[in-house]
């Protein structure tokens, strides 16, 4: 994953641990993984189910899925953060279009209005 957004600039680790959500919402998928895998086996072939080859479903479930979803629970944690602690000026992400709308009003408002 590259550290920050190339088209607007913004630093994917904003915190020091960051990453620390993306691990807890990969947990949270594998493991939802695994117990769906368990249940649908057991109910699928009761009333005698293979155990084996459901404990083996689950294990390689267990080692493979988090490999699958780390690129998004990376971005997932991403758009978390982001709603959870909005962008801030002083974090030098460039706005783009918005910035040339935003700029457009903040002239015609200054033009409006007499400086003080
Ligand atoms: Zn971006």
């Known amino acids: 994953m590259v550290?920050?957004?190339?088209?607007?600039?913004?630093?994917?680790?904003?915190l020091p641990g960051h990453w620390l959500g993306s691990w807890f919402l990969n947990i949270c998928v594998v493991q939802l993984v695994v117990v769906l895998i368990l249940i649908i086996g057991v109910a699928a072939?009761?009333?005698?189910?293979?155990?084996?080859?459901?404990?083996?479903?689950?294990?390689?479930?267990?080692?493979?899925?988090?490999?699958?979803?780390?690129?998004?629970?990376r971005t997932l944690w991403t758009a978390i953060d982001?709603?959870?602690?909005?962008?801030d000026y002083d974090e030098g992400v460039a706005p783009?279009?918005?910035?040339?709308?935003?700029?457009?009003?903040?002239?015609?408002?200054?033009?409006?209005?007499?400086?003080e």
């Open 45 to 73: 072939t009761w009333p005698e189910p293979p155990m084996w080859i459901i404990g083996g479903a689950t294990a390689v479930s267990a080692l493979v899925v988090p490999f699958l979803f780390f690129p998004y629970s």
């Open 96 to 115: 783009g279009f918005v910035l040339d709308n935003d700029r457009a009003q903040l002239e015609s408002e200054r033009k409006a209005q007499p400086e």
């Open 3 to 14: 550290p920050e957004c190339p088209k607007c600039g913004l630093v994917f680790g904003r």
């Open 82 to 87: 982001l709603a959870m602690r909005p962008l």
